[in-house]
């Protein structure tokens, strides 16, 4: 079992800037893809940011230009640095791991993030 502890949300308000973490532990082969997630309430899961072990990078078009995502391989963990948020970014975000050779991801708990005066 893999487990991911994701860390950082919580209320900010426009155009202020957020951190999330998510580390990456238990039954760890060799990790492929690490990348965030967002669901808003009534709206379908999207891509927020998605990071190769190599360090090739995806970022959702909402998102281009104001979040980064990074990662740490030798800690198992991803970041996501987000910038000049806006209300439309209020969204549950999850953590999401994909191991070589498999097509199953993990995904962690969810972690709230709300951007509002």
């Known amino acids: 079992q893999v487990q991911l502890v994701e860390s950082g949300g919580g209320l900010v308000q426009p155009g202020g800037s957020l951190r999330l973490s998510c580390a990456a532990s238990?039954?760890?082969?060799?990790?492929?893809?690490m990348g965030w997630y967002r669901q808003a309430p009534g709206k379908e899961r999207e891509l927020v940011a998605s990071?190769?072990?190599?360090?090739?990078?995806i970022y959702g078009d909402s998102v281009k230009g104001r979040f980064t995502t990074s990662r740490d391989n030798a800690k198992n963990t991803v970041y996501l640095q987000m910038n000049s948020l806006k209300p439309d970014d209020t969204a549950v975000y999850y953590c999401?791991?994909?191991?070589?050779?498999?097509?199953?991801?993990?995904w962690g708990q969810g972690t709230q993030v709300t951007v509002s005066s």
């Open positions: 238990g039954s760890i082969s060799s990790i492929s893809t």
């Open positions: 999401r791991v994909l191991m070589f050779g498999t097509t199953i991801p993990y």
């Open positions: 990071i190769a072990k190599s360090g090739l990078t």
